[in-house]
């Protein structure tokens, strides 16, 4: 499975960027895909997650509110809405995917087997 994250960029606080990912190799039909970011110099942090069976979702309380994760079957393709960024959502944002079933709390847990390359995400004051 390849993962391709996009959408990245520059943004002032308050505003709203959406990022992408996009899979190849391997449909997201038996996949749970999540969001994760890193700043340098920190662990990665779990930001969203999505089933893909029936879609259900689960969020880090830190943009629980203000990001949402969508997916778009017929384009193989994972979304994060970013909305409300704050300076502190400044982060590489990477797109991950795995095999295993998981829910809720448990999905940001669990090892994920497949990574992006991930898309720089910069929020200004």
């Known amino acids: 499975v390849q993962l391709v994250e996009s959408g990245g960029g520059l943004v002032q606080a308050g505003g709203s960027l959406r990022l992408a990912c996009a899979a190849s190799g391997r449909t997201f039909s038996s996949l749970v895909v999540g969001w994760f970011r890193q700043t340098p110099g920190k662990e990665r942090e779990f930001t969203a997650t999505?089933?893909?069976?029936?879609?259900?979702?689960y969020y880090a309380d830190s943009v629980k509110g203000r990001f949402s994760i969508s997916r778009d079957n017929a384009k193989n393709t994972v979304y994060l809405q970013m909305n409300s960024l704050k300076p502190e959502d400044t982060a590489v944002y990477y797109c991950?995917?795995?095999?295993?079933?998981?829910?809720?709390?448990?999905?940001?847990?669990?090892?994920?087997?497949?990574w992006g390359q991930g898309t720089q995400v910069t929020v200004s004051p």
């Open positions: 991950a995917a795995m095999l295993s079933d998981c829910s809720g709390y448990g999905c940001s847990q669990i090892p994920y087997d497949y």
């Open positions: 999505i089933t893909w069976n029936d879609g259900s979702t």
